[in-house]
């Protein structure tokens, strides 16, 4: 009997064993069903893929928006705006659609081709210019911003030059343009500058005014000549100094002589006729 009860007691444990074990996996199995239920049925935000129950406000990483597309707050949905419904929406501006956002204010910089008043020679060149480089004034060095007119002293003109008023710059005058400048006279460029005593006429030639008289230098030296030997006395010099008007009002050689007798300088005047006049030196 006692065998017998024995093998029965331990048939009873492996039942109750066998029952409990079945039990623990009863429950292990729910408790998972139920965990995996609730993680397929929660939010899954990250997963790349827009579930139903989720949105580009709330999901921005699995729904995202269409190029030219933004997220709306308010409704929790992708909208493209529309330019001329009058409100300005993102991804709208002045530049794009001014109908809604206005026109953009302008805008201030270098290179735009004015000169604001924040911008000098020296912040932007491109629109103020390149600065004019300082001077100093008499230190005999003609620097760009002088010139003949305004800085003599550092700016001087060439020999036979002269500074024009006018253009501020060294000019030598031009016999025969017309214009009476400084360093021409009727004695040099009587083409340019009129004669000035009556019965003067403008030599084309030499470019010098004289009085049209019939009698050539030789002739003049010869009638000279001529006539102080004739007086006794030889000629050691003669020259023609000018051709101008006598006191009577002749045109006349002007010529100067030095005498070996007297030994000193006569001058005398000769006109177109031959006829010799001894004139006074003062």
Same mark, same amino acid.
């Given at each position: ?26 429950? &292990?199995? &729910? $408790? ?15 997963? %790349? ?9 709330? @999901? ?18 992708? &909208? ?7 409100? @300005? ?7 794009? #659609? ?5 026109? #953009?204010?302008? =805008? ?10 924040? *911008?000098? #020679? %020296? ?19 003609? *620097?760009?911003?002088?010139? #003949?007119?305004d800085c003599p002293k550092d ?8 500074? %024009? ?11 025969? !343009?017309?214009? @009476? ?9 009587? !083409?340019?500058?009129?004669? $000035? ?23 003049? &030296? ?7 030997? *004739? ?9 023609? =100094? ?12 002007? $010529?100067? =002589? ?10 005398? %005047? ?5 006829? $010799?006049?001894?004139e006074l030196i003062y």
């Amino acid at each position: 009997m006692i065998m017998q009860y024995d093998i029965g007691e331990e048939k009873n444990l492996r039942e109750i064993n066998k029952n409990q074990f079945i039990a623990i996996f009863a429950v &292990i199995l &729910i $408790i998972a069903v139920i965990f995996l239920t609730f993680n397929l049925t929660r939010e899954t935000c990250g997963n %790349s893929i827009c579930r139903g129950d989720e949105n580009c406000f709330d @999901c921005p990483k699995d729904c995202k928006c269409e190029v030219e597309e933004y997220c709306s707050a308010k409704e929790k949905t992708c &909208i493209k705006p529309t330019c001329g419904d009058g409100n @300005c929406e993102k991804l709208e501006n002045c530049s794009g #659609c001014p109908v809604d956002c206005g026109t #953009c204010p302008v =805008v201030l910089f270098c290179g735009d081709g004015k000169c604001d008043e924040d *911008e000098t #020679c %020296s912040t932007c060149p491109k629109d103020c210019g390149i600065c004019k480089p300082t001077h100093v004034y008499g230190n005999n060095i003609c *620097e760009l911003e002088e010139n #003949c007119y305004d800085c003599p002293k550092d700016c001087k003109c060439e020999v036979e030059e002269y500074c %024009s008023a006018k253009e501020k710059t060294c000019i030598k005058p031009t016999c025969g !343009d017309g214009n @009476c400048e400084p360093y021409e006279n009727s004695g040099n460029c009587c !083409d340019d500058c009129p004669c $000035i005593s009556e019965g003067e006429v403008c030599n084309k030639d030499t470019h010098v005014c004289w009085f049209p008289i019939n009698l050539t230098d030789e002739r003049a &030296i010869e009638l000279t000549r001529k006539y102080f030997e *004739e007086k006794g006395d030889e000629v050691l010099l003669i020259e023609i =100094v000018y051709t101008g008007l006598t006191d009577e009002g002749e045109v006349a050689k002007f $010529i100067r =002589v030095n005498l070996k007798k007297c030994d000193r300088l006569n001058m005398i %005047s000769i006109t177109g006729e031959g006829i $010799i006049k001894e004139e006074l030196i003062y």
